[in-house]
């Protein structure tokens, strides 16, 4: 199984990759009248890496509104997409439940709260990001990476 270990060995792994991408997250900080945001990404993002995990996955990247995972197989990846969905969907509902008055959560929004999730099995090239304050970023190239970009 390749793990963040593991990946760096490589230049190209064969394997499944998960992309997950929280859309209009820029729009949800700017809107954020409540400073919830911070939590919503923090219990969505939590959530998923529990997903990958119970799918017999492994996250090996982190940005600030998604993750890279490598999981064994389409069905695992797929069973993780679909828990991560319904923790979207129970979030959002516990949102919209914080507000007695029935007021929305971002109110200045015009654009929902969704995710972009990519699946890609094939091969891959493995690269890294390197920052003073990250450290070393595994990074995996390929067309489902371009489209969760």
Request: with cysteine; charged share 25%; hydrophobic share 40%.
């Amino acid at each position: 199984m390749l793990n963040r270990r593991t990946i760096y060995k490589k230049h190209y792994v064969e394997g499944v990759v998960l992309i997950v991408d929280i859309n209009n997250s820029e729009k949800l900080i700017e809107c954020d009248p409540n400073r919830i945001t911070a939590q919503f990404f923090r219990d969505l993002l939590g959530g998923g890496i529990k997903a990958v995990e119970k799918a017999r996955g492994s996250v090996i990247n982190i940005t600030g509104d998604g993750f890279t995972a490598v999981l064994p197989t389409e069905t695992d990846a797929a069973h993780a997409s679909w828990a991560i969905a319904r923790d979207l969907r129970k979030l959002c509902e516990y949102l919209s439940d914080r507000h007695d008055d029935g007021s929305n959560v971002w109110p200045q929004m015009d654009v929902g709260v969704g995710l972009k999730i990519a699946i890609e099995r094939g091969e891959l090239e493995v690269s890294s990001i390197s920052s003073p304050f990250f450290g070393q970023q595994p990074y995996l190239v390929g067309a489902a990476t371009v489209y969760a970009a």
